[in-house]
């Protein structure tokens, strides 16, 4: 079984920056394809960002393309999401997700992802 932690969310204002990190333990993280996905009061979860197994090849919702990056650390056993240029509506609990069965490729359907970390608040005000 493997858990995830994300650390890293807080209140910033608009135009900060913050750096979410989630740690992974119980299995190697190259075994999974890794993302960030998050949800706001009243919405549903959405895919932000991931990242395959080792390739490193990486997507990006258009709400975030430019400004977000994603990237995995594996000897390290962490994943991290760095975000620039924060606007209110990124507000959101953020979760970080593994994917077991990606290969060379990501996912963005919530349901494709089998577990997932407790979420950490990001609050942006303007």
């Given at each position: 079984q493997v858990q995830l932690k994300e650390s890293g969310g807080g209140l910033v204002q608009a135009g900060d920056s913050l750096r979410l990190s989630c740690a992974v333990s119980g299995r190697a993280i190259s075994d999974y394809a890794l993302g960030w996905f998050r949800q706001s009061p009243g919405g549903d979860r959405e895919f932000v960002a991931a990242i395959t197994r080792n390739t490193g090849r990486t997507e990006y919702a258009d709400a975030v393309q430019g400004r977000f990056t994603?990237?995995?650390?594996?000897?390290?056993?962490?994943?991290?999401?760095?975000?620039?240029?924060?606007?209110?509506?990124?507000?959101?609990?953020?979760?970080?997700?593994?994917?077991?069965?990606?290969?060379?490729?990501?996912?963005?359907?919530?349901?494709d992802y089998e577990f997932w970390g407790q979420g950490t608040q990001v609050t942006v005000s303007s």
């Open positions: 994603i990237w995995r650390e594996n000897a390290a056993n962490m994943v991290y999401l760095q975000m620039n240029s924060l606007k209110s509506e990124d507000t959101a609990v953020y979760y970080c997700a593994a994917d077991p069965d990606a290969w060379l490729y990501v996912r963005w359907g919530v349901s």
